[in-house]
């Protein structure tokens, strides 16, 4: 039941983002510094999940030699591409390779 | 054929395309619900809940893996706050349509609908409303669909395969496209490295710490970039 309620409260603040403005502020504009600040949510936040996801629940990062050379292919084909099919296939497929070489 | 219905029809021809690079990222969601754990039900729920693949894909990898439910939900809500850059930008264009239209329109407003109207916001209202209205609709009716194909393939797939490294890769990926500046990397590798520092805080606060400190030094980052 919290996982759905979770998930609920999640549907509800993102329909809120999407509709605050359109809805209700449409002749307020949003400050300068908080458009900036927002620009940079996304990366921190991607920057702080990978590393999160690699924690184990004592608080260890797993993080060995399969991770940063997947990491390294898929960033850099994600670069090339811009293909997130190209960049699954390439950083999974270095990834076994590593693990299996190791 | 009515004007608006081929304009409907040219949101669907225009969001299929786009589509496309989405079903790798449903999938390994799909596949993340049943490694979690987590109900399947429950789970594909946030396809419609929350309509937006990233934070339904934090949120189920952060419940499954013991994180605080209730920095879970903080993690999720930041990484879709940059909605409100689209809310403001769509805004004045909403300002002509029927009240009901205010309403509804914003659930569907996902990142690839956003860049498909950014080119039609001085259309006429009607035929705004019927290819925002289009392309919506394809994308969050593939989008559940997908996102259950990879609840039956997930029970499927061998453990051995360790898809769920899948995840990371994927953001990656979103990070790598996200980069148009050296600030953006700052933020990034500052969000990573206070998140490694901080991984021992309880409930795994660290990853908001981490995300908070990464996007003040995007900006501190933006400014020295701007001087």
């Known amino acids: 039941m919290s996982d759905f309620l979770a998930t609920a409260v999640v549907g509800l603040g993102t329909y809120l983002f999407r509709a605050i403005f359109i809805v209700a502020l449409a002749k307020r504009r949003i400050p300068e510094t908080v458009l900036v600040a927002l620009k940079y949510v996304g990366p921190a936040v991607l920057g702080a999940l990978i590393v999160a996801l690699l924690t184990d629940s004592d608080g260890n990062v797993a993080i060995g030699i399969p991770e940063v050379a997947a990491f390294v292919a898929g960033g850099f084909v994600a670069h090339r591409t811009r293909s997130h099919v190209w960049t699954l296939v390439v950083g999974m497929t270095v990834y076994w390779l590593t693990l299996a070489l190791i | ?227």
């Open chain 2, 1 to 227: 054929m009515s004007v608006d219905r081929a304009i409907a029809r040219r949101g669907v021809i225009d969001a299929l395309p786009l589509f496309v690079p989405a079903i790798p990222f449903g999938l390994v969601i799909g596949l993340a619900i049943t490694n979690t754990g987590m109900n399947p039900f429950v789970g594909w729920s946030g396809s419609w809940l929350i309509f937006g693949g990233a934070a339904q894909l934090t949120l189920v990898t952060l419940l499954g893996g013991g994180v605080a439910v209730a920095a879970a939900v903080g993690t999720a809500l930041v990484v879709n706050a940059r909605h409100l850059m689209y809310s403001a930008a769509l805004a004045p264009t909403f300002q002509r349509q029927p009240r009901w239209f205010r309403w509804f329109g914003p659930y569907l407003l996902i990142d690839q609908l956003f860049a498909l109207t950014t080119v039609r916001l001085d259309d006429e209202p009607d035929s705004f409303r019927a290819y925002y209205l289009a392309v919506g609709a394809t994308f969050w009716i593939l989008w559940s669909v997908v996102v259950a194909l990879g609840l039956l393939l997930g029970p499927v797939v061998p453990e051995q395969w360790n898809l769920e490294f899948a995840i990371p890769i994927l953001f990656i990926g979103l990070l790598v496209l996200g980069i148009e500046h050296w600030p953006e990397l700052v933020a990034a590798l500052a969000g990573a490295g206070v998140t490694y520092l901080a991984a021992g805080l309880p409930n795994r606060t660290g990853l908001l710490v981490g995300a908070f400190i990464g996007m003040i030094a995007g900006f501190v980052a933006e400014r020295i970039r701007r001087e």
